[in-house]
């Protein structure tokens, strides 16, 4: 079963340098997007999942602005020691023309984060620099790399809360 699996995500991916992909996103693009990232043993010595998804609109070509909603569970690596955060925010997003598959992208993010106490609500800013691989001319998987500057002490690092944080994270988007 493990192997026809494999088999099939491998076939999948076999046409992408292939595909027919447009390197621009013209005005009245709209998009959601499905992104995350997984980390089997944090600090804790625990899972920590983090997912966003949201949707966008395209008011000029190749700039997009849209909202987003996101959920992170599981002992998260949080100075505020809770097991679940909410985010709801904005994003602004640059595509840059290429004429390939490859369509790299620059933008940021504004959060509010949310915990389960009246007293662990944050703003969080990021900057986002990454890349799209357009599987055909309305689906892309993306990769970046993530910066995020939070208004209180949510993140540890080195096991020591800290204001600022840098992930990678991985996605899929549909543009209609």
Known sequence: MKNAITIMILAALLPVPF???????????????????FTLENHKGSTRADILAGYGYFP???IEVGAVASFRKTEWDSAWGINSIW?????????????????P???????VLDGNDSNDTAINATVMLGVKLMMTRSAALSIGAYYDIASKKIYIIDGKPDDTNLTGKAGFRVFF
């Open 60 to 62: 000029m070509d190749n």
């Open 105 to 111: 992208f620059a933008g940021m993010r504004l959060m």
């Open 19 to 37: 595909a027919v992909a447009t390197s621009t996103f013209p005005a009245g693009t709209r998009e959601v997007l499905f992104e995350g990232s």
């Open 87 to 103: 985010g709801i925010g904005g994003f602004g997003e640059y595509n840059i023309e290429t004429g390939g598959a490859w369509l």
